[in-house]
């Protein structure tokens, strides 16, 4: 079956660290670019990070602020997100994601069903 | 950043009427890199056509898309009870942050 499963989410405090991790199957995990998607429950969608297949290139929403820190392990078939100095504006339910091509150039094709980060003191 | 505009906010129809929802983007966009995603009520979104007109797989063909430069639409031929849910549009493929629309939510009337 071809599935992402996401893990890691959590109630932190505002200025903790806490790392997602997404784990991929049924597919040839790879060969794809990947990303993380955020969503404020009952709010939209915004693009948080995206790596390409092979970690060359990767990319960050602007309003991160370099608090954020994408990386891949092929071998493992897994994409992390790891996510320093939260905040509450943080909160959200993040997404791991595939993308349709290799180096950021296709829709969204497979979600997963998302990870709760809950920042709050 | 490109800008996607939504609209309506919120489209109240019944059951095998025709849905047409719009996008509307700040700047022009290849209509290849414009997509179009549903999200049923705590479900993940499910991609339903990119580049524009092109269906995902196991997208039924009463889905269907169009446009370019900055105006898009998606349009649902005849609303069945499962399409109820809310639609983004998406622009990818161009500098980062990839954007999404607002949403449109399609309700039953």
């Known amino acids: 079956e071809v599935r992402l499963v996401e893990s890691g989410g959590d109630l932190v405090q505002p200025g903790r660290s806490l790392k997602l991790s997404c784990a991929a199957s049924?597919?040839?995990?790879?060969?794809?670019?990947m990303h993380w998607v955020r969503q404020v429950p009952g709010k939209g969608l915004e693009c948080v990070s995206g790596?390409?297949?092979?970690?060359?290139?990767?990319a960050y929403a602007g309003s991160l602020e370099g608090r954020f820190t994408v990386s891949r392990d092929n071998a493992k078939n897994s994409l992390y997100l790891q996510m320093n100095s939260l905040r509450p504006e943080d909160t959200a339910l993040y997404f791991c994601v595939k993308e349709r091509g290799s180096y950021f150039s296709g829709a969204f094709d497979l979600w997963g069903q998302g990870t709760m980060v809950t920042v709050s003191s | 950043e490109i800008v996607l505009t939504q609209s309506p906010g919120t489209l109240s129809l019944s059951p095998g009427e025709r849905a047409t929802l719009s996008c509307r983007t700040s700047q022009s966009v290849s209509s290849r890199r414009l997509a179009w995603y549903q999200q049923r009520p705590g479900q993940a979104p499910r991609l339903l056509l990119y580049?524009?007109?092109n269906r995902a797989t196991g997208i039924p063909d009463r889905f269907s898309g169009s446009g370019s430069g900055t105006d898009f639409t998606l349009t649902i031929s005849r609303l069945e009870p499962e399409d109820f849910a809310v639609y983004y549009c998406q622009q990818y493929g161009t500098s980062f942050p990839w954007t999404f629309g607002q949403g449109t939510k399609v309700e039953i009337k």
């Open positions: 580049g524009s007109s």
């Open positions: 790596i390409s297949w092979n970690s060359n290139t990767i």
């Open positions: 049924g597919f040839t995990f790879g060969e794809y670019a």
